[in-house]
């Protein structure tokens, strides 16, 4: 999930799941850029 998508999952707000995926994968991403450093 990019994370244009999942920013757009969070702003809908009408799928919970949806929305708790995004966050998770936001979070997965920064997390991965915060390690190669």
């Known amino acids: 999930m990019s994370a244009a998508a999942a ?3 969070i702003d809908e ?3 919970a ?3 708790r ?3 998770k994968a ?3 991403a ?3 850029c915060r ?3």
């Open 7 to 9: 920013l757009e999952a």
């Open 13 to 15: 707000g009408q799928d």
């Open 30 to 32: 920064v997390y991965d």
């Open 26 to 28: 936001l979070t997965l």
């Open 17 to 19: 799941e949806r929305a």
């Open 35 to 37: 390690v190669d450093r």
């Open 21 to 23: 995926a995004a966050v």
